[in-house]
């Protein structure tokens, strides 16, 4: 698995850069907004990046930064949603308001995306609802009143995440069982948990 890349950017179009690494060419597969932060041809770069395997290909898919990784890797475990139409949806919207749309079940904002029919749009929501308020820049806009707030357990599981990353765990896999154990308990009996206690509980949904 190739986590990251960095070397010299030879070549970038809207939706494939090559990066030499010490005299070998990485083709990589980009969204717009990868793109717009990338430097001039000749330049380094340093992406993060996800291995796609299949049996006929491997493809590597970049990212700038990890809140856009984290967001795609998300994506393509949502049943009909495969690593192209996940960089295709990236590339009309931040992780950040792709996470409070499919929070607000914002059918119509999700539809406008490249490749996001009716259906996939309904799995989206119905599929992260739970997952995407753990993404890093899921926040509120002090000049809005957006009808989904960060609430004050946010930095409760924040840290629950960062403790099981520490441990070895991948990001992703930590989100979905602090989901779990949050569908289980209420809102109130999360807020007043320990942040041991949490943590335990969520290494117990790895079981």
């Not at 898919?61 to 192209?84: A, R, T, Y």
């Not at 960089?87 to 914002?106: D, H, M, Q, T, W």
């Amino acid at each position: 698995m190739i986590a990251c890349l960095r070397g010299e950017l030879l070549y970038k179009a809207t939706d494939i850069i090559v990066i030499d690494v010490s005299g070998v060419g990485y083709e990589v597969f980009i969204s717009l907004s990868t793109y717009d932060s990338l430097p001039e041809v000749g330049d380094e770069v340093f992406l993060q990046t996800y291995t796609n395997v299949r049996e006929d290909a491997l493809n590597l898919f970049g990212f700038w930064d990890i809140d856009e990784k984290e967001m795609f890797l998300l994506l393509i475990n949502v049943s009909g949603v495969g690593p192209k139409l996940a960089v295709g949806i990236l590339s009309g919207i931040k992780p950040s308001e792709l996470g409070r749309a499919i929070a607000e079940k914002n059918i119509k904002r999700l539809t406008a995306l490249s490749g996001v029919g009716k259906k996939t749009a309904e799995r989206l929501c119905l599929d992260l609802k739970d997952k995407v308020p753990f993404i890093a820049g899921f926040d509120v806009d002090e000049t809005e009143e957006p009808a989904v707030m960060v609430h004050a357990e946010d930095q409760l599981a924040t840290d629950v995440v960062s403790a099981l990353v520490n441990l070895g765990y991948p990001r992703v896999k930590a989100y979905e069982a602090l989901a779990s154990v949050k569908k289980r308990i209420s809102a109130e009996e999360f807020s007043a948990m320990r942040l041991e206690e949490l943590i335990r509980k969520t290494l117990r949904s790895f079981a």
